[in-house]
Structures are given as C-alpha cells and as structure tokens.
C-alpha cells in the first residue's frame, strides 16, 4: 500500500478511510437505509480506493466470529423450538412483594440468558410476559421494560458469546498477542458492572417514567380486552383483514382496534387494513372465543396463558444439555470456542430440536454481513496507519499515563456506542486500543477488557441499543425518557468498569 501523498502526517488512504468512516456515521443516524448495506458499501469502496486489498477485506466474512455468531444462531432456534426458552420465562418470575425485588427477579435471569443467548431473542420473549407480569404486580410496565432492556445489554457482557462486540474485539486481540480468550474472559468486569447496574436501577427508580403504551390507551377504553399478536413469521403479514376473513369470523369478539408494530393506533378497524409483523390486534368481548381465533389464525396470545410449544419433553432436556455442553466444553477450553459452537448447532439439527427448515430461518444474514464488514472496517483502520498514529496522538496527549489512556478509551466507547451499533463501535475502537496499548508499553488486554464493557454500555438513547428500540413502543416511552436516567447510568458503568478492569487486569 502506497503511503507517498501525505497531509498533516496521514497518507491518502488514510483521509479516505475517515472520510468513509463518518460518512457512515452520518448515514447510519440521519438516514434509514439498512446497516447492512451501508457496511457493505463502505467495504466495497475500502476495496476501490485502494485502502486495503479485495484479499484482506474478504477475510471479514471467514472470520472465525462471523461463523461463531452463525452456528449459534442454529442454537438458539434449537433451545427455542424444543420448548426451552419459553419454560424457563414462564417458571422465573415469580410474585415478589414491592418493586425492588421485581427488579431483582426481571434483571439477573435476563442477564444470565443474555450471557448465552442474543439479547434481542431474550427481549423478545420477555417483552409481552413483563407487561402482563407488571398488571398482575400493579406496577407500569414503563417500570420494568428499560431494566429490562438494560439487563440485556450487561449481562451480554458476562460471556465472549453474549454479545458481538466480545467476540470481535477478542479476535483482534487474538491477532495482536497470539492468546486466544475463553468464553469466561470476560465474567468477572461483566458481572460487577452487572451487580452495580441492578443497583443504580434500585437507587434511581424514581427517574423511570409512568408511561401508557398505545394498546393500554385502546385498552382503557374498554372493559375487557384481549391482546392477539401477528407473528412475523406466520402467513398473515401482508394480508387484509378481508384476505383473511377475520372480521367475518368474530363471533361472540369484536376487532376494536390494532396497535401497529411501529406504534400507530389504527381505531376505525376496515376490512381493507393490511397486517404486519409485531401488529397487536385488540380485541373486546369473549376471551374465549378470541382465543379461539388466535389459534385458528396463528396468533399468539399473552405469552403466561400460552402452552410451552414443545416438541417432546426429552428434546427439551436434550436440546438443554447440548446447550450446557457447548458452554462447558468452550469455557473449560476442552474445545475452542469455534469447534464447540459447530458441535452444538450440529447436534441440534441431528437431534431434531431444529429441524433445517427453522435453522434456516434463524440465522440473521443482514447481521452477519454488518459482523463481517466491521472486521475489515477495523483492519483497514489498522493498515493504513490511523490506529498507530491515534495511539501515538493519545500517548502524547496523556504521557506516561496508561490509567488516563485507559479512561479515554473506555469514555471514548461508552458514548461512540450510544450512536452506531456495538458491533461497528468495537471494530472501530479495538486496533486503536490496542495499539495505544502497545506503544505506551500497557497490558492490551486490560484495554480490551474495558472496550468490550464500555461498547455494551449504551443506555441514554433509544437508538443506542435494539433492544432499546424493541421495548420503545410497548413501554410508551419517550426519547427523553432513556436519557433522564441514561446519562447517570452511562458515568456509573463507566467508573465501575474502569474500577474493576485495573483491579482484575493489570495496566
């Protein structure tokens, strides 16, 4: 790679490589096109421009992540069609007696899931059985969706496999020091900046607000309701009311309203209304006879009154202990982390807990693409020398200072990640870490460390997290809401990871 032209001490590649990288930024926040398109173009003119060869950006797409994050998609179907998954939300909760017990029982088995599984699949189910959980407790469910949300995101952090930004930046540092990280690398920082997480959300309750969402407005005005929701994956998204005959099938019910997947309230019901995905249809009259017509339609219904969708009792204990032995084989490091994944998504399919159909299904290609493009975003970072030189910026900023360093970088994190997603931030920021690391003579893994917790630490804005966004409508919230209690959450994580990353990891 030439690095002749030069300008204020960076060469050509490297201003286009800025360039690229904050118009992406623009784009991801100011725009609504894909991420996954936005990353591939941005890969695509890395390649052009002549800022890191076709060869080295395509090895993002056999990074050993990248396959990882597509083998446990594989589990994770498995867990959920065997009947797992739903078992263990409907058996956790409980009746705890005041609210900060209910915070204690919503957040730790939240964040012990989200440790082995996608934070976004444990929001999911957890999302419908928390506002009905919140009525039977008395409390807004407005109370208990941002904990829930936040736990996600912490307890992700537990595990290398919890969440994305883990696994990439272990692979750089994998790369850079030749020691390859276990699944439990991370369990320790994880679960303090956890403990102290459920913690703060004690201690500022009163900053979460009391919000309605859009289908307790609807549901205020009647009686008795009944909440029916469209499934993405049935056959009804796309579909009218008419197409269907729903409104010709309501009986002893009446359709008085939907709650759209976006959060639009449609009240005057026509015939010609289309169906989406995650659409709530509110029905009065009946709860027998609307429940009858979930199942005739394929809708679900309040997630506590649905039968676990089993397969056969032994596939949930099966499809359970190959779940068990993927993490024990991998954090014992019996296997590597790779080999274990395979095994397990293999043994799933063998097995039947997954037939291939629902494998097929559940492995997220757009996240995998944004996965393998941020690997080569990252290298490219690396290759044309913006890394060092931010390194060698940052030791002159912060002299002998590897504690100051570190706090920048973790700082740095922290709020980058609160605007593009976990997975670019940890791209961005691991090579510069690293390097900065390594030329004031630091542990790099203690930097790693800390960058995989400050990248998981987005809790001020919506847009921060998808499971910010995912909790966003149900919870009625408003913008301003995630920010009030967000913004303190931000400084308590942060200070609470600085603190037990030099504790644990030398600087």
């Known amino acids: 790679m030439e690095t002749d032209v030069l300008f204020w001490g960076l060469s050509s590649q490297a201003w286009i490589t800025i360039v690229l990288v904050v118009g992406m930024f623009i784009t991801l926040m100011k725009t609504r096109i894909p991420a996954d398109m936005v990353f591939l173009a ?180 009647h ?65 027998e006879e609307v429940l009858k017509l979930g199942k005739r339609y394929g809708m679900a219904c309040d997630m506590l009154d649905e039968e676990v969708p089993a397969r056969g009792s032994y596939r949930t204990i099966l499809s359970s202990l190959i779940m068990l032995g993927m993490v024990l084989l991998s954090g014992l490091k019996v296997l590597p982390l790779l080999t274990s994944c395979f095994i397990a998504a293999l043994l799933m399919l063998v097995t039947r807990c997954c037939d291939i159909k629902k494998a097929k299904k559940a492995i997220n290609w757009d996240v995998l693409m944004v996965f393998a493009c941020s690997i080569t975003l990252g290298k490219a970072i690396d290759a044309t020398g913006l890394a060092q030189i931010l390194a060698d910026q940052t030791a002159n900023l912060c002299g002998s200072n590897a504690l100051l360093a570190f706090i920048l970088i973790c700082t740095l994190g922290t709020f980058l990640t609160e605007f593009i997603s976990n997975t670019a931030c940890g791209a961005l920021m691991a090579p510069i870490a690293i390097k900065i690391a390594l030329s004031m003579g630091a542990n790099p893994l203690t930097f790693c460390m800390g960058l995989m917790i400050s990248c998981s630490s987005s809790f001020a804005t919506p847009i921060g997290s998808p499971t910010h966004l995912m909790v966003y409508v149900p919870g009625g919230y408003r913008f301003t809401d995630f920010l009030r209690i967000g913004l303190p959450m931000n400084f308590i994580i942060l200070a609470a990871n600085v603190l037990i990353c030099c504790i644990l990891f030398s600087l």
């Open 42 to 221: 941005v890969m695509a003119l890395l390649v052009i421009c002549g800022c890191l060869p076709a060869a080295e950006a395509l090895k993002g797409f056999s990074s050993s992540t990248v396959v990882v994050v597509g083998a446990l998609y594989i589990v994770v179907a498995g867990l959920e069609a065997s009947g797992v998954l739903h078992w263990i939300v409907k058996n956790l909760l409980g009746t705890p007696g005041c609210y900060w017990k209910a915070i204690v029982r919503l957040m730790l088995p939240v964040a012990v899931l989200s440790a082995f599984l996608t934070n976004t699949t444990v929001v999911a189910l957890f999302i419908n059985v928390v506002k009905i959980w919140a009525k039977k407790l008395s409390i807004a469910p407005s109370k208990l969706l941002i904990p829930l949300s936040y736990a996600a995101g912490m307890g992700g952090v537990c595990t290398l496999i919890g969440t994305p930004p883990n696994l990439i930046i272990s692979g750089f540092y994998a790369e850079a020091s030749g020691e390859s990280l276990s699944m439990f690398s991370t369990t320790l920082p994880g679960l303090f900046c956890l403990l102290v997480g459920v913690g703060s959300i004690i201690a500022m309750q009163k900053l979460l607000p009391v919000r309605k969402s859009p289908e307790e407005e609807l549901n205020a005005q």
């Open 223 to 287: 009686s008795s309701t009944t909440e029916l929701h469209v499934l993405a994956d049935s056959s009804l998204p796309g579909q009218t009311l008419a197409d269907i005959h729903l409104l010709e099938d309501c009986k002893a019910c009446e359709l008085i309203g939907i709650v759209r997947f976006d959060g639009e309230v449609v009240n005057s019901v026509t015939p010609d209304e289309f169906l989406m995905g995650g659409d709530v249809l509110i029905f009065t009259g009946q709860r």
